[in-house]
């Protein structure tokens, strides 16, 4: 079974950053795709970011030159660089892990804030 565990949530003043990490832990699995996803209060959840295996990169357009997704493949960890963060930024951010034959799997959440 693979666990995920995200960080780095928290609440900021607009123009500020933050930076989240997931880390999938477990035995047993081969990752594909890593990305971020968040659900705003009263909105669908919507794909952020997306990075593949051979580290090919996908943005939404809200996010474009603001937000950068990287991963550690030695560690198993994706991140989430996020810079001039808005107050529409504000959501609880997911982090989903696409496994070579088993179903994705998704994290916890954490919720950012971006408030003055």
């Known amino acids: 079974q693979v666990h995920l565990v995200e960080s780095g949530g928290g609440l900021v003043q607009p123009g500020e950053s933050l930076r989240l990490s997931c880390a999938a832990s477990?035995?047993?699995?081969?990752?594909?795709?890593m990305g971020w996803h968040r659900q705003a209060p009263g909105k669908q959840r919507e794909m952020v970011a997306i990075?593949?295996?051979?580290?090919?990169?996908y943005y939404a357009d809200s996010v474009k030159g603001r937000f950068t997704i990287s991963r550690d493949n030695a560690k198993n960890t994706v991140y989430l660089q996020m810079n001039s963060l808005k107050s529409e930024d504000t959501a609880v951010y997911y982090c989903?892990?696409?496994?070579?034959?088993?179903?994705?799997?998704w994290g916890q959440g954490t919720l950012v804030t971006v408030s003055s």
């Open positions: 477990g035995s047993g699995f081969n990752i594909n795709a």
């Open positions: 990075i593949t295996s051979s580290g090919s990169t």
């Open positions: 989903n892990v696409a496994l070579q034959g088993k179903p994705p799997v």
